[in-house]
């Protein structure tokens, strides 16, 4: 069974840009999790998919940032216009059910904003 | 909401010794508490989990224990070995409520183990 794959797995990108960062969920699992860690920081939660409906988007840090998944299945993060204090590693987890339950982590995108 | 805290950030434990990193938690509702290890430049990968309605679970040479009334839990890790090497994250969360099921993470420690 595949993991959890997300795409680019770097990034680096100036001030203003805009990024967009894709996550493959395992096959079957309706839970989605976006996560970021600042470098040096926890990892912080972003926000929660269940299929194809936000189902808790109180991490996400302003609306620059913008979270789909159209169809359930995989999903992407958008960062428009990306800032210096947006550099971080993005991850994405999912899991079969959403609570008390093993989440997998993708390997993570490394989102560096100059 | 919940706030997690790690400690200690940083660990050096020469090869065979035990390990122990503890975590306290703010939200007495949260009852799930998994443990993630990072190796470099690799995903996080659950290492061991623990619920709520028990003290504590062992796995190998790894074991968890959690005091709900005190509101922490820890890892423990024995015999520890250079591939035990890696950052480790404490996590809360809860199966209710708006923010059911999201992670609430502590900031990690460094585990270095010499050869």
């Known amino acids: 069974e595949a993991g959890v794959t997300q795409f680019p797995s770097h990034s680096v990108i100036e001030k203003g840009q805009t990024v967009t960062l894709r996550c493959d969920p395992i096959?079957?699992?309706?839970?989605l999790y976006w996560y970021r860690r600042v470098m040096g920081k926890e990892i912080k939660f972003l926000l929660h998919f269940v299929k194809e409906s936000k189902q808790d988007e109180s991490g996400m840090p302003n609306n620059r940032f913008l979270a789909e998944r159209t169809g359930g299945t995989y999903s992407t993060l958008k960062v428009q216009p990306a800032e210096l204090e947006d550099s971080g590693v993005y991850f994405c987890?999912?899991?079969?059910?959403?609570?008390?339950?093993?989440?997998?982590f993708g390997p993570g995108t490394r989102l560096l904003v100059l | 909401g919940e706030n997690v805290e790690q400690h200690p950030s940083t660990l050096s434990v020469q090869e065979g010794d035990s390990a122990v990193i503890k975590c306290t938690y703010s939200?007495?509702?949260?009852?799930?508490f998994p443990w993630y290890k990072q190796e470099l430049g690799k995903r996080p990968q659950l290492i061991i989990d623990?619920?709520?309605?028990?003290g504590e679970k062992k796995d190998q040479r790894i074991a968890v224990t959690l005091n709900k009334t005190a509101k922490h839990f820890s890892l423990h890790i024995t015999e520890t070995q250079p591939e035990d090497s890696a950052v480790y994250f404490c996590?809360?969360?809860?199966?209710?409520?708006?923010?059911?099921?999201?992670?609430?993470f502590g900031k990690g420690t460094k585990l270095s183990v010499k050869p």
């Open positions: 096959s079957g699992h309706d839970n």
């Open positions: 623990i619920r709520s309605n028990v």
């Open positions: 939200d007495s509702a949260s009852n799930y």
């Open positions: 987890a999912s899991s079969h059910s959403p609570t008390l339950e093993t989440q997998y």
């Open positions: 996590a809360a969360s809860k199966d209710y409520g708006g923010s059911q099921g999201n992670l609430i």
